[in-house]
């Protein structure tokens, strides 16, 4: 069925258990894993009278990668733990579900997995959810777990 899975990852805990249940579904079908997690452009800060320096942004720019990398690293350790032959990506995205389905067209992943997201009523409405945009703009079958 699925030979390759991406698998999507904000670092919350319910894409960390939808982490776990893409490695379980990928061992399953003997399929190989990438997890992938966007780094979104910082939005502009500023207040009276001042404006961040490159330094400063850079900072802002690293440490965001370095978060976005150890998310993909936790999925690693327990795709390596199931036995289940696992790669990572990370990238610069305008959004994240551009960059998700992005990825995914780029290492050629026949699913994204991806966890559904905890907002209810007027919230959901209003703000919508990257799993959403992903289920609406992608041409690759999407697997939504809750």
């Keep these: 069925?699925?030979?390759?899975?991406?698998?999507?990852?904000?670092?919350?805990?319910?894409?960390?258990?939808?982490?776990t249940a893409g490695i379980a579904l990928g061992k399953d079908l003997g399929a190989r894993v990438t997890a992938y997690s966007a780094v979104?452009?910082?939005p502009p800060f500023y207040g009276e009278g001042y404006v961040p320096d490159q330094k400063t942004i850079n900072g802002f720019e690293r440490g965001a990668r370095e978060v976005a990398q150890k998310r993909v690293d936790a999925i690693g350790k327990k795709a390596k733990a199931a036995?289940?032959?696992f790669a990572?990506?990370?990238t610069n995205a305008d959004t994240p579900?551009?960059?998700?389905?992005a990825a995914a067209k780029n290492r050629?992943?026949?699913v994204i997995f991806?966890?559904?997201?905890?907002?209810?009523g007027l919230s959901r409405?209003?703000?919508?959810?990257?799993?959403?945009?992903v289920l609406a703009h992608s041409k690759i079958p999407v697997v939504v777990y809750r």
């Excluded at 069925?1 to 982490?19: C, E, N, Q, W, Y």
């Excluded at 579900?97 to 389905?101: D, E, K, L, S, T």
């Excluded at 409405?125 to 945009?133: D, R």
């Design 97 to 101: 579900y551009a960059g998700i389905i």
């Design 40 to 42: 979104e452009p910082l």
């Design 1 to 19: 069925m699925f030979k390759h899975i991406l698998i999507a990852t904000d670092g919350s805990p319910v894409s960390s258990k939808a982490a």
């Design 125 to 133: 409405l209003f703000m919508g959810s990257v799993t959403q945009q």
């Design 88 to 90: 990572s990506v990370v």
């Design 108 to 110: 050629k992943c026949d």
């Design 114 to 120: 991806m966890a559904s997201h905890g907002r209810r």
């Design 83 to 85: 036995g289940v032959p």
